[in-house]
Each structure stands twice: as structure tokens, then as C-alpha cells.
């Protein structure tokens, strides 16, 4: 018997739909009561769907929304959904998928797509040979709605299209679409291309295999009249540059020109992908062999790609010059993500090489983040790609892009001298040294901009005067600093948000350059930041907040004065009494305190007792809602941690900037039972925190933490993995300290955790820090029961000396020296063979205390005595003469 709908009910939902549309939220919380209440009925589904796709009378957007909650229906309950209904809905669409209407035809393909991720392809035999048979139809409508359908199933589950389980369906589908690049339509042209590029990341084996077929169809339609088309030709380009360059070789040339040609389109989405491209090329090996003859053609285009449209100054209100009392919409805010304290070692003067895991933000924030524009948009492609380049061609750009910078940043039009200022911030790390012997000329010229009439030309300055702070620093100050900083602070006191925002960063780029270099200036520094608090809107007080933590950060304990302390405290404080304990604005705020409770160490004490017990019932807070969750997911919300971890940070902050006065606080609440329970979080950003504050904690007020050793050590011991990086460093780093403290009471967990730690500083990649923590733990193991490591000598000493020898001399290296040295003693015959390295790291110690000098020269002479005056003679001339040198001088070898 075919399903009919009954009169009464048809109504019933037509009024739920035709309410649902109504702006009032009351009546829209109704409804979804309603909605979940008509879920219990097994065949208001086939309502639904009788609505969508056969119930003409009404008005497209009603039988639009009626299958828009079908598809959320399916989304969430298909597994309990009847067999008869499913059957249904899946006929239903089936016959539907050549609607007349656009959105029919278009709601249907979602609601197909979401019934094949949810109930796998496998359990609808029929639908992919039906939407090929249909690919064939003479209807329009048929063909269009099926390619919409087949291209939402080719995004939401390529996988499955390409596996074995439903007997490789690509190998007939992906000639089948390679057909269509010549369709008349353009719109089927376009489907046709979008569903093989879904298939070129994950290098299927049946594109693989009609790569040639492909790219020949490709070429064909390459300057196709729709702009669609030409987006999904870049778009493929792109990826197959970075899958299959073998492919792209004999075409590079062609390939090139194309895409110049395309990064000028007319149509900016075209442009946006062509512009890919280059950040693409600029990753490969072959990027300098093949692009240098082109460069004089395509830096121009990149240039002329970065000035403003006149519609995105309209969506920027680039002309709004005043704004800076117009409060900000919520929704411009965007969310903020705390990232969670790691251990560092602190670095010598030996020059870094290679980059840093963790950190990679250097993007192209240049001020135009505004919710209403596209956050990635032509302007930012085309400085990210001269950005790149400039990192490939360094200097080699310069002759080419040096008229141009002539030529744009003294233009009368503001729109292209702005241009020419943001050129000429992306390619400050690249071609530093060329840039170098202008900069006396240019820097003067940027820091008159800042006063520039147009607020857009007053952000961009700002930013691109950031990213030359290092070399400003480096010149004496009266020359560029003190003038940039005048000038930088009068601009965080602007009229204009944006530009606000833009001098705020910019000068959290200039403290961390500067460092103890702003000490002289810190009083005119702190009145502008405090002024600042009470002029911003939402917004850039979030920005304001990291302004004055990385203050804290660069300038550590000079801020604390008491004349600092009276102007910085008030406001924060003052904000810290007003924010609500689920406000998200507590993260920045709670990250800005961390780093002046460690800067001010002893200067705050006065605020520190509130601030402690906040943190300390946050945590204790969302581990109650986490446990309210965990036992009955259906009435409580899993809890946002982040306000955990955010706590845990500032707790750390207090622990080392108060050190032993934190000691009454802590033994009078209940954080380290909290603390347990936080180190064995699934979740491993709250793992990373608690491991950071178990270590600050260790070094403040051990006697709290020393019960809970036999505990906290095992759970320590199973965070050794390398595969969770910051987790793991900060667990390495708590051991360390915990067996400082703890001397030979260590004896009992060593082999709790040895073992990981000499896998971790043997496995090849690991990341510098770790590696820096690892060996520094190692040692301090060794210091405090030598006769447990020693015997594992052999299996780290290498590695242990070449990664310590580029830190600098501190408190935690000599522990970790003393702790070598104790082990050689014991074992001597461990060394032996790697005694070079050890060599090389004794001699990067610049000023070693002369207790650990004694026992150097101890291990040193005995050595050379042991393997006699020719023996080390041929030894020692192996070493490299700056080592002979310094070993000679230092101890006499």
C-alpha cells in the first residue's frame, strides 16, 4: 500500500512550517517543542518529504525548510528510524532529484547526501548507477539536480567512493565525469570538475589512473567564459602541484603563464584561487628553476592584488575615520583560544636554525579582519604569496620590486600607497639584508605615516613597521626607537578601532623585540596602556590585555615599583571584580594577570589572595560540571575547559612570581586533591597545564606537594608520549623539579619513567624544547641517585651533550652538569667513546659556578691521564681549534 497523508495532519505541520519562519523567539522555541514532540510519530517523516517534493501549492521556501528539518531529522535519529520510512524518504528523493525548482532540486541533493553518510553508501545499493543513468538524461533538470546531488556525495564521502566495501564506485564514475568538461551548460561543466577535484588530495587510485584524460580535459575548458569553470581549473591546478608535479613538468611553462593571466581575472573568486598558486609553488623544490624568468611579470600582479577594492573599503567602512565610541556587534568578537603554558629552556646566544613546532602565527593579519569580509580574501592571498617568495628569492626580488616601491608608497592615491606599505611589511623577513641599507630612510618615512589622514594607511604602517622592530631595536635609540614608540603609543590612543587594534599588536611585536630595552620608558608606556582602558570598546580591550601581558613578559621584574604597580593594578583588578565567572572574556584577562603576578613577583601580593581563590574554585567548578556531564550527558552540557586551563595557568604565574608565599594559600585549600584530578584529564590541554603547575608548585612550597608524590609519579611516568609534545614536555619538566626537591627519595620511581626518557631524547625529530627537558630531567635523575641512571649511560650521553650545549648557563643546566658528572664517576666506561661530545658541551659553559669548574677539570685531567700524552694528543686533534681553544684556557687540557 502506497503512503498518503492524512488531510488534518498535512495542516498541522504547514502551520508548524509557516510559523517557524516568524522572527519572534518565543514562538521558535514553541516549535521546536512541537518539532521534537511530532519526532514520536514514525511517519511525520513522510510528511516532511510529501512537503518538499509534492506539494506544489506551496511556496518553494516552506517545502525548502519542511526538507531542511527532514535533513536534520535524518542526521540525528536515522538509525531509529522505520524501514518503511527510510524506504520512503529514499524513493521520494530519488524521483525528486529533477525538480523543476532550483532549491527543490538542491534541498533534495542534501537531504541524499546526509542519508548516504549516515546509513552508508553500501545500504543504498540503487542510488550512485541511478544518479549515473540520470547524468544522461535529456531533461535539464534531471542532469543538474543529479551532478548537485553526486557532487555533495563526491565532498561528504570520498572515502567510501574510493574504497573497496562498495566495490570502488569511482571507477566508473570518474570517466563518466571527465565526459561532462565539455557539456553545454556551464553549471554542469563546473559540477563535473568539482567532483573529480574532490578526489586529487587523497590521490585515488581511479583519478591516477585517467590523470592524462584528466588534464587534457582540464586544458580544453581552461578559459572557459564561466567563472565557476575557471575557479574549479585553478582550484584543480593547485592540488595536482601538490600530488602530482610529475604530471604538471612538461606543461610548467604553459601552466604559468595561465596562471598569471588568471591571478588578473576579472572575477575576484578566480583571481583568489590563481592566486593560490603561488603559495603553493613557492613550497616546491623547483619553484626558484621555474618561476625565476617569470618574476617581473608576476610581482606587479601581486602588488596590484593587494590594494583594497573599493568593496571592501565600503565593507571595511574604510572611510569612517571616528568610530572609537561606537561600541562593537558581539559577533565581530571573535572567540579566543588560550594556549596553555609550557616549560621552556631558556636559550644561549648560539643562533637558532630551524623553526619552532609550537609556534607559527606569523600570518597575514594585516588589520582587515573585519567579520563582514571574507577573512581570506585576494589582498591577503596576493601578501601571504609575495611573503613566500620572498622567502625563496631573498635579495634576488629586490631589483624588481624596489621601482615598484618607489612608485607605490609616495602615490597620491591612498588606496596604492597603503598597497605598496603592505608590500613592503611581507617581504621584511625575506629580504632583510637587501633591505637593510634603506631602511635609514624608509623607517623614518613609515613612522611619519602613522600620522597619515586615512585610518586604513595608519593600520597598515603599524603592521608593517612590526615586522621590522628587530632591526629598529638594534639601531641606536634616539635614531628609530624612541620616535617609533612616541608615535606607536599616540596610535593606541587613535580614533579609530582599527587602527587602535592594529598599534596595540603591533607593539606587543615591538616589546617582545625590545625586551629590558623598554625600562627607560615604562612610565610614559603604562599611562598610555591604562588611558587606553578606559577609551576601548570590546573588542581591542581583549587586544589591549595581551599588550600589557607581553609587557610583563619583556620587562620581568623591573615593573615591579610602586608607582607601576598603582597605575597597572586598578583597572585589571577593577575589570577581574566585574567579569562574571562564565564570562569568556576572563581567558585574556586571566593570561594578562599570570604575567604581571610573575613580572611583579612580591608587588603582588597585595591582590594575590582573591585572585587565587578565584582560579582555585574555577577548576573546581568545571570539574564538578565535567563529572555532571560524564554521569548524565542528557541534562548537563559538557563544560567549556578552557576556563580550567586558563585557571590553572595564572596559578602557575602565582606559584613563581610569589614563590614561598603562596605556600599559606595553597596549604588552606583543597588545589592539589583538584590538581590530581586535572593531571588525569582526557583532555591533553589540561593535562599540559596541570603538569606546569605541578612543577611551580614543586619549586614554591614542596611540603604540600611531597604527600601526594607516590600518586602524582605514575601519572607523571604514563604522560611520556611524544606524540602529545607540550603534555609531554611540561611532564618531563615536573619530574626534573619534583626530583630536585625530593633527593634520594627518588630512588623508588626511576623506573617509573627512565626508560621513556631516554626513548624520547634517542627518537630521531624530537622537537628542541623537549629534547632541552628531557636531557635536564635525565641529569637531575642522575644528581640525585647516580647510581640508578649511570648505568644507562652509554644509551644517552651523546645525545644528552649536543642537546644541552646551545642553553644557557642557568640553575637548571647546572643541576643537570653535576648530575653528568656524578654519573661518569660511577660508570667512567659509559663516556668513553662519546667523550668528544661531552668535551664540546663542558666547553659551552661561559661562567660555570667553581665548585662544578673543580669538577670538570677533575673529569677532564683524569681522562687525559688515563689514556696517556699521545693518546689524547690524537684525540684531541680531532677537535675543532675554537674547542682546543677554550678547553686549553678553561682547564688546562
Known sequence: MEWSPQEDGLREILTLLKESQSPDTATQRAVQQKLEELNKFPDFNNYLMFVLTKLTSEDEPTRSLSGLIL??????????????????????????????????????????????????????????????????????????????????????????????????????????????????????????????????VQRSQALMYHIDPFLTNLFNVAADEEPEVRKNVCRALVMLLEVRMDRLLPQIESIIEYMLVRTQDSNEGVALEACEFWLSLAEQPICRNVLTNHLNRLIPVLVRGMKYSDIDIILLKGDVEEDESVPDKEEDIRPRFHKSKTHTVKMGSVPENGTNDEDDDDDFDDGDDDGSLSDWNLRKCSAAALDVLANVFRDDLLPILIPILKETLFHQEWQIKESGILALGAIAEGCMTGMVGLLPELIPYLINCLSDKKALVRAITCWTLSRYSHWVVSQPHDAYLKPLMTELLKRILDSNKRVQEAACSAFATLEEEACTELVPYLGFILETLVFAFSKYQHKNLLILYDAIGTLADSVGPHLNKPDYINLLMPPLIHKWNVLKDEDKDLFPLLECLSSVATALQSGFLPYCEPVYCRCVSLVHHTLLLHVANQQNPEQYDAPDKDFMIVALDLLSGLAEGLNGHIEKLVGSSNIMDLLHLCMQDPMPEVRQSSFALLGDLTKACFQHVRPKISDFLPILGQNLNPDYISVCNNATWAIGEISIKLGPDTRPYIPLVLNQLIDIINKPNTPKTLLENTAITIGRLGYVCPHDVAPMLQQFVRQWCTSLRNIKDNDEKDSAFRGMCQMIQVNPGGVVQQFIFFCDAVASWISPKEDLKEVFMKILHSFKAQVGEENWKRFSDQFPPALTERLTALYGV
Open 71 to 200: 535533513k536534520n531529522n535524518v542526521k540525528t535519529h536515522y538509525n531509529s528510524l522505520m524501514q518503511n520510512v527510510t524506504d520512503f524518504i529514499k524513493s521520494e528523493c530519488l524521483q525528486a532529484v529533477g525538480d523543476p525548482s532550483p532549491l527543490i532540486r538542491a534541498t533534495v541533493g542534501i537531504l541524499i547526501t546526509t542519508i548516504a553518510c549516515k546509513g552508508d553508501l553500501s545500504s543504498w545499493p540503487q542510488l550512485l548507477p541511478t544518479l549515473c543513468n540520470m547524468l544522461d538524461s535529456q531533461d535539464y533538470n534531471v542532469c543538474e539536480g543529479a551532478f548537485g546531488a553526486l557532487q555533495k556525495i563526491c565532498e561528504d564521502s570520498s572515502e567510501a567512493l574510493d574504497s573497496d566495501t562498495v566495490n570502488r564506485p569511482l571507477d566508473i564514475l570518474i570517466p563518466k565525469f571527465l565526459q561532462f568538461f565539455s557539456h553545454s551548460s556551464s553549471k554542469i561543466r563546473s559540477y563535473a570538475i568539482g567532483c573529480v577535484n574532490q578526489f586529487i
